[in-house]
């Protein structure tokens, strides 16, 4: 009871704190709200539209009479196809020159020149050819669509080379072979399986930019919704690290206060003080991470996944900044050093962790990985995998590793604490 | 008063580092007794405080309070006592009725009894009317009420107060003895610390002088001024000359029958005489031989200063005066 009492008394605090309620609530929504409004949304539309890429294609390719296929058409339809036309706008040019300079002129965000042995290079019957793509330095997030497709589109055609082959090979160990006519069909066949294989990648593991279907009878976010979708787990994510290391300060503030010693006078054990303050922690993010889901569902109109998944991953989340708070906080010795930890060690942690590259999608891999050396870097991936709608199952990872995370820094931290106030 | 001591304190010994905070301290203290620990800083009050109300562990020694130890028993201990401490301790965002109810809960109150203790204390405390203000807002002084009524939410038999009268006016200062007063009045038991030596000889019925950890007198006023017998002291100003030496002076004067102990505080001399009236004419007397003038004499009856000052040879205010013992 006296457990309770001690967290209630928090909480009421922490409601007369303006400061504290504009940090927990009111700046992660707030800067969601920013990056929403840079991608052209409004809090009141339904739909959030990203400005189309623009893209001006080059197809110089001249496949031979006798061709099955024209790689060049395949691609110029794979770029302009029903689910990626919400984000490319394609254009035709046929001076690689004109399209550079309108790259340069910042008129299109990338240009694809295909060579003329374009066909003949995917089908594997001329030496290597060389598609460029240029690319506007100043943008990301376009560009990088673009060379990810195209890098997809190439590889199902390197795919089906393989296919050809092999076939060929297990063919002729029978003394078989397959006519021209259907090389070429199973050829195409691979390709647009590839392809088709290659989005429903897309969809699952990068939700910065989701490619889908129209035709889905999924309710789904379109790509700028889980942008910001993204967007707002990240700054959720550090704006409950943020609460967690402030009650953990808490506990330095009440003891430079006067009130910490004071509580120990009364008959109420340490057990129950610092029982207390973690009850107030969990109470905290659990409606600071309830109310933010809420209100950037209704602002934003983001969906954050299965009821079971988001709760999954709150907790995982709170875990994580629980521990985490807790442990940071326990190597300070007053309040006065707390600037170090709010301005340094959260933020630093939480930029390795990809709080804040979360509209990026074409970071390096070695950044990924330094990533899943932080807390933040586990729950950010919880609730990426939470967004685009996965299963329980498929968030049991990044929960466990939350939880380990966060029950092996909080152990530290209570040890710590302990120790100092015993 | 009965007989039966409340708080039994037994060769209680507390260091940090090579430091000895407190050294084989004991004491009792009798139900319904108002009883002080003086000493200036650093003696040692507030460590045997903290030991008493469980923040510290001593080394060794224990204390029984209400027959509860403070080592095998500190939350029985805790129940019997209310404490105010020396800083204000108050969570300043709540008002003061929320403050109470929260420290109320905390003494183990809970209901419609922790509604009329918080009314109660607040009448007590004189801010019945303020109950629902922010506490950030009260004065120094409503604050240190408030500080104290906490300490009486759950009507202990004992209240520990340490130092509560540091740093604030004059009224505010009165106002808190005289609530002690009327609370001891009511039959609670109060162990009280200070530095000042005249809230201790107004409040206590018994006093324990306190210096570097130790006890080193205790008794009534009047057991404990017998130490110093009939001593006057004699507080004097002298005009002299800048950078002159008064060591021939001093020396003349440590010679003098008749004069205990000799001490300078802050520019001025003091010294503790058998008879102010015969051997004042004499310091005049080899002042003038020296060429120095004494313009200001001041001879105070026996008190605790002189107590403190005749058995550590200095004042009790600033341990780190320049003190010259005759």
């Not at chain 1, 004071?262 to 109470?283: D, E, Q």
């Not at chain 2, 021939?248 to 440590?254: F, H, K, N, T, V």
């Amino acid at each position: 009871m006296k457990v309770l009492d001690l967290a209630l008394k928090d909480l009421l605090r922490a409601t007369r704190s303006i400061f504290a309620l504009m940090m927990m609530l009111v700046t992660p929504l707030l800067i969601t709200g920013l990056i929403n409004f840079a991608f052209g949304g409004f809090f009141g539309e339904d739909e959030i539209d990203i400005t189309l890429t623009r893209v001006i294609l080059v197809n110089q390719d001249e496949p031979a009479e006798q061709a099955a296929f024209n790689a060049g058409s395949m691609l110029e339809e794979f770029l302009a196809g029903e689910g990626l036309n919400q984000l490319l706008e394609i254009e035709n040019e046929s001076d690689p020159e004109a399209a550079i300079q309108a790259v340069d002129n910042q008129e299109a965000a990338a240009a694809i020149i295909l060579p003329p042995d374009f066909t003949t290079a995917v089908t594997g019957e001329s030496a290597k050819t060389q598609i460029q793509l240029y690319k506007d330095p100043t943008l990301s997030f376009g560009p990088a669509l673009v060379q990810d497709l195209l890098q997809q589109f190439i590889d199902s055609f390197s795919g089906s080379s393989i296919v050809l082959s092999t076939n060929e090979a297990l063919l002729k160990q029978y003394g078989l072979s397959l006519a021209e006519q259907d090389q070429t069909q199973l050829y195409v066949q691979y390709a647009n399986q590839a392809q088709a294989r290659g989005e429903q990648l897309e969809n699952q593991q990068n939700p910065e930019y989701v490619v889908t279907s129209l035709d889905s009878t999924e309710p789904q976010m379109n790509e700028g919704r889980s942008i910001i979708a993204t967007t707002m787990a990240g700054m959720m994510i550090f704006f409950i690290f943020y609460s967690a290391a402030s009650v953990a300060e808490s506990i330095v503030k009440e003891d430079e206060e006067g009130t910490l010693p004071r509580l120990f006078t009364t008959p109420t054990s340490a057990s129950t003080i610092l029982g207390g303050k973690f009850l107030y922690m969990f109470l905290l993010m659990l409606l600071q991470a309830a109310i933010l889901i809420l209100s950037s569902a209704l602002i934003f109109k983001i969906s954050w996944g299965t009821p079971f998944s988001t709760l999954i991953a709150i907790l995982a989340t709170i875990t994580a900044a629980g521990g985490f708070g807790l442990f940071v906080i326990s190597f300070i010795q007053s309040t006065q050093q707390s600037g170090v930890v709010f301005g340094g060690v959260l933020t630093v942690s939480a930029m390795l962790g990809g709080l804040f590259t979360t509209g990026f999608p074409d970071l390096p891999a070695v950044w990924n990985t330094i990533s899943l050396f932080t807390p933040h870097g586990w729950a950010l991936k919880i609730w990426k995998t939470t967004i685009v709608g996965a299963s329980p199952s498929e968030i049991l990872l990044p929960f466990l590793v939350c939880f380990l995370f966060g029950i092996v820094l909080f152990t530290a931290g209570t040890l710590r604490l302990r120790r100092r106030f015993a | 008063m009965d007989h039966d001591p409340i708080i039994k304190v037994s060769e209680l010994n507390k260091s940090f580092g090579d430091i000895h905070a407190v050294s084989n301290v004991s004491f009792n203290i009798q139900r319904g007794e108002i009883y002080s620990l003086l000493g200036p800083n650093g003696a040692g009050k507030s460590t045997t405080i903290s030991m008493l109300s469980c923040l510290l562990e001593p080394d060794s020694g224990d204390a029984l309070i209400d027959g509860f130890s403070i080592k095998t028993d500190p939350m029985e201990v805790k129940k019997k006592f209310g404490l105010v401490p020396q800083d204000i301790a108050l969570y300043e965002d709540l008002s003061a009725r929320e403050n109470l109810l929260f420290w109320g809960k905390m003494y183990e109150l809970r209901g419609k009894q922790l509604h009329q203790e918080c009314d109660r204390v607040l009448e007590l405390i004189g801010l019945t009317d303020r109950q629902k203000g922010a506490v950030s807002k009260f004065s120094g002084g409503m604050k240190r009420r408030l500080n104290i009524g906490i300490a009486l939410l759950h009507t202990p038999p004992v209240i520990i107060l340490d130092e509560p009268t540091v740093g604030i006016d004059p009224q505010s200062r009165r106002n808190i003895l005289d609530s002690i007063m009327d609370l001891n009045r009511q039959g609670t038991t109060v162990l009280y610390t200070t530095h000042y030596m005249e809230e201790a000889q107004e409040i206590s019925d018994r006093i324990a002088i306190m210096d570097y950890g130790e006890i080193i007198a205790g008794g009534t006023h009047e057991e404990l001024i017998k130490i110093v017998g009939e001593l006057d002291r004699v507080n004097l100003t002298l005009n002299r000359e800048p950078g002159k030496d008064i060591d021939p002076l001093l020396e003349q004067w440590r010679a003098l029958d008749g004069i205990k102990n000799l001490f300078s505080e802050d520019g001025k001399l003091a010294l503790l005489a058998e008879d102010s009236n015969i051997i004042l004419p004499q310091l005049f007397e080899s002042a003038a031989s020296h060429n120095i003038r004494i313009t200001s004499v001041e001879i105070q009856e026996p008190n605790l200063e002189a107590v403190f000052l005749h058995l550590t040879g200095r004042a009790l205010r600033d341990p780190g005066v320049n003190h010259e013992s005759a």
